[in-house]
C-alpha cells in the first residue's frame, strides 16, 4: 500500500493554469473512477474538490478540473487565483475496502 | 450546519490505549459510511478505517489492523476509534471524515472532515 506519486510543487502566475499529476498503478488509480482531490490550506482540513474522478461538489469553481488517463490522474487548475496557493491531496479506491491518498503537492502563485 | 468534533487525543507511552470520538451534528449519521484519516507531521493524510453505516462492516489499513477498532453508535450520532498497542509512529492527528454519499451510484470520497484531535506516541 505505496501512497500516490505526485509532484512536490508546482507554480504559476495568476491566470495561468498548472496541472498536478497523481501516478498509481494497475491496483489503485488504474482500474478504478474513484479518484478524488483534496486543497488544504495550512491549518485547517483537507477540503474535496474533485470526486469521481472529473465530479465538482457544487460550490467548487469550475476552474478546478479533473481527469485520468492509464495509472495517472491529473487535476488542473485553470485561471489560476492567490487564493488557490495550497497543499492539493489525491485520492483513490485501491480494492479491498482501500483509500490511498498521494503524497502531496504545494501550489505557489508567483 | 453540518460538522464533526473529534475529542479523545492526548499523549501516550508506546504501548498505550486511547479511544478517539467524533460528534456528528447537522446531518443522519447512519446516512453515510464513516472513517478515519490521520496525517502526521508534514505529511499528507493517509487513510486508517472505515464503517458501513450500520456499523456491521469494518475495514482497516494494514498499519493499524489488529490494534485498532472502529465503531459506531447512530443512536448518539457518534463515531469512535479505538487505538490499542500504539506505536510512534501512529502520532498524528486523526480526522474524523465522513463519506460523500451519491443517490445514483457507489463512490469512495470524503465530503466533510473534523478539526481533528492530535495523538502523540511518545517515551
Known amino acids: 500500500q505505496s501512497a500516490l506519486t505526485q509532484p512536490r510543487s508546482v507554480s504559476g502566475s495568476p491566470g495561468e493554469s498548472v496541472t498536478i499529476s497523481c501516478t498509481g498503478t494497475s491496483s489503485d488509480v488504474g482500474p478504478y473512477n474513484f479518484v478524488s482531490w483534496y486543497q488544504q490550506s495550512p491549518g485547517k482540513a483537507p477540503k474535496l474538490i474533485i470526486y469521481?474522478?472529473?465530479q465538482r461538489p457544487s460550490e467548487v469553481p469550475d476552474r478546478f478540473s479533473g481527469s485520468k488517463s492509464g495509472n495517472t490522474a491529473s487535476l488542473t487548475i485553470s485561471d489560476l487565483q492567490t487564493e488557490d496557493e495550497a497543499a492539493y491531496y489525491c485520492c483513490s479506491y485501491a480494492g479491498s475496502a482501500i483509500a490511498l491518498f498521494g503524497g502531496g503537492t504545494e501550489v505557489t502563485v508567483l | 450546519e453540518v460538522q464533526l468534533v473529534e475529542s479523545g487525543g492526548g499523549s501516550v507511552q508506546p504501548g498505550g490505549s486511547l479511544r478517539l470520538s467524533c460528534a456528528a451534528s447537522g446531518f443522519t449519521l447512519s446516512g453515510h459510511w464513516m472513517h478515519w484519516v490521520r496525517q502526521g507531521p508534514g505529511k499528507g493524510p493517509v487513510w486508517v478505517s472505515r464503517?458501513?453505516?450500520?456499523?456491521?462492516?469494518?475495514n482497516y489499513a494494514d498499519s493499524v489492523k489488529g490494534r485498532f477498532t472502529i465503531s459506531r453508535d447512530n443512536a448518539k450520532n457518534t463515531l469512535y476509534l479505538e487505538m490499542n498497542s500504539l506505536r510512534a509512529d501512529d502520532t498524528a492527528l486523526y480526522y474524523c471524515?465522513?463519506?460523500?454519499?451519491?443517490?445514483?451510484?457507489?463512490?469512495?470520497?470524503?465530503?466533510?472532515w473534523g478539526r481533528g484531535t492530535r495523538v502523540t506516541v511518545s517515551s
Open positions: 469521481d474522478i472529473n
Open positions: 471524515v465522513r463519506g460523500l454519499y451519491l443517490e445514483e451510484a457507489s463512490t469512495l470520497a470524503f465530503d466533510v
Open positions: 464503517v458501513n453505516k450500520d456499523g456491521s462492516a469494518t
